[in-house]
C-alpha cells in the first residue's frame, strides 16, 4: 500500500523536474535554434547579444507565461471541480473568459485601452484592459453566486446556466463588433480572443506569478483536504466543521482571480482548466493533496508543450496556443477516457 | 473520558411544518441509546441538532452540561463522529484520502504523521486495512459502511452519531455493524443511532427513544418502549415481542 503512495509521489516529482527542464527546451526551439547551454549560459549571465535579446526579450518570457498561467487554470480547473462536486465545472464552463473576453473588447473599443499595430496589439495602459476582464470576471462570479446562493441553483444547473451566459456574452460582443465596424478594431477583439502567449509583457507577467505564488497556489493545496471532505457532501462536510459554502465562494473568487489575469494578459486559452484536472484524476486518483498539484504542473506542461509545438511545427508563423491548446489536450484527454476506464467515468 | 449529552425540549421547524416538537434525551459514555420512529418522524433532523448543524428555533443541547452554542464547531467536530445516512460518491477518492477528511477538525494546513497514524487506526477498528488504497467506488455496501464509521472515528470523537447504520447491508454486514457499534460502546464512546430495525434496537441498546411526528412519544429502557401497544399506536402495525429472544416481527405477511 506504501508503493502505491511512492508510486505516486515518483510521478508527480518526475514531473516536476520535466516542467524545469522543458523550459531552456521550449526557449531553444523556434525559427532561430539556439543551442542549450548556450540558452543555460544566457538565463543565469544575460548579457547584450542577440542571443540574450531573443531569449529574454521573445521565448523566456512565453514559456513562464505558459508555465504559470497553465497552472493557476489547471488548479482553478481542479478546485472548482471539487468544490461544485460536478466533473464539468471549471473556469471555462462557469463562462469566465467569455466575460473577460466581453470586458477586455469594451475597454479596448469604448475605451480606446489599446489597438492593434503591425500583428500585435498595443496596450496604451496595461492596467485597464486586466481591471475590464476582472471586473467582467466579478460580474460572472456574482451572477454564479446569486444564481447558487439565492435561487438555489444545482452545481448542474449552475454550469448549464453558466454555458447560456457564455452564448450571451457572446452575443453582446458581436453586437459590440457589429456596431464597431472598423475592422482594425475588430480583428483586434478576435485576435486578442485567440489566446496568444506572445503578447505578455514583462510587467503583467510579473503580477501573474506574483498572484499565483502568494495566493492562487498557495490557496489551492492548503484547501486540499477540504477539496476531498466537500466531495462527499455538504451535509458531512458541515459536520466535520468545515463551511461548504465558505469553500465554495472562496474558490471561486480565488479561481476568477486566476482566470480573469490569466485572460486579460494572453486572451482565452482553450480548455486548460477543464482538461488538466481530468488527466490528472486519472493518473493520479481522486486525492486533492494530488490532484491539486498534478493539475497544476499537467496544465503547466500542456500549455508549454502547445505553446512550443505552435511555435514550431509552421515557423516563422506562431499558431495561437488558445488553438494548440486545444488540438493537443482534447484527445488526450479522451484518449486518457477510453483507455482509463475508471469509476465515474465509465458506465 | 465522561460525556454526557443532554437535549433539553428542541423544536425544530422546517418552514411551518414542525419536524421536532420539545424534544428532550440524555446519553453518556458507554451508552447506546437507539432513535426509533416511522420516516418522517424526525430521526435524522435531531441527529442534525445534536451535532449542531442544524440550529434549532427553541431548545438547547447541552454537552457536558455547555450549551452547543457556547462551544467553537471545531471542538463540537472534534467530539462527535458522525455517520451520515449516505454520501455522496464522487471523484475517486482513496479509502485513506476519505478517512484522513475525519482529522479535519484537529489538521490546520497539511496532515502530519500523527494524523497519518489515526488514520490507519481507525482502519484497524473496523477491519478496513487491507483497501485502504481503492477508491470509495470500488467498495461493497458492507466495506463502505466500515469506512465510514472509520473515517469518524479517525477523528477520535466521543459520542458517535450514526443514522440508519445497517440499512441497505446485508445479514452478515449488519451483525458485523451492531458488533462494531457495541464495541464502541464498550470503548467508552456515547452512541446515538437513527435506526428502523426494531429487533437490532432492542438488541443493541441501553435506552430507546420512539419519535412520532416530530414529539417524543415514549423513551426509556427498550423493554419500556417496544411492546405491542406503544408500536401499534406510532406506527399502526400489530406485533409481537419475544422477549426471550429479544425478537420483534409483524404478525401479517
Redesign the interface.
Known sequence: MRNYKRQKQLILTTLIFLTFFIIPISVGLGWYKIPFFDIIRVIFMPDNSVLSTIVWDLRLRRVLAAIFIGAVLGGSGAAMQASMRNYLASPFTFGLPFAASLGVAISLLILHGGEIQRFRILVHNPFIVPIFAFIFCLIQVFIILLLAHKAGLSAGALILSSIAISFAYQAILYLLQYFYLNEILVSTVIFWTFGDLGRIAWIELNLVVIVSIAIVIPYFILRSLDYDLILSGDELTKSTGVSPQRIRLETTIVAALATSLATSFVGVIGFIGLVAPHIARLVFGGGHRYLIPASMILGSLILTLSDTIGRVIIAPVTIPVGIMSSLIGVPLLIYLLIKGGMHGYRD | MVIEINVKDVKVYYKSIKALDGVSLSVHNGEILSIIGPNGAGKSTLL?VI???LKPRMGVVFINEKPLEKIP??E???K?G?V?QR??L?????V???V???R??Y?N???SKIDEEKVYEALKIVDAIDF??R?L??LSGGELQRVIIARALA?EPEVM?LDEPTSNLDLKYQLEILNLIKSLRSKGLAIIMAIHDLTQAYRVSDKVLLLNKGKVFAAGEPDDVLNPKTIFDVYGVPIIVIKDYKLITTLEV
Do not use: C, H, W
Open positions: 442534525k451535532n449542531g448543524v464547531r471545531k463540537i467536530a472534534q462527535t458522525v451520515p454520501i455522496r464522487m471523484g475517486m477518492l482513496s485513506y484520502d476519505f484522513m477528511t475525519g479535519r477538525p489538521i494546513f497539511t496532515p485502504v488504497d477508491t467506488e470500488e477523528g452519531l
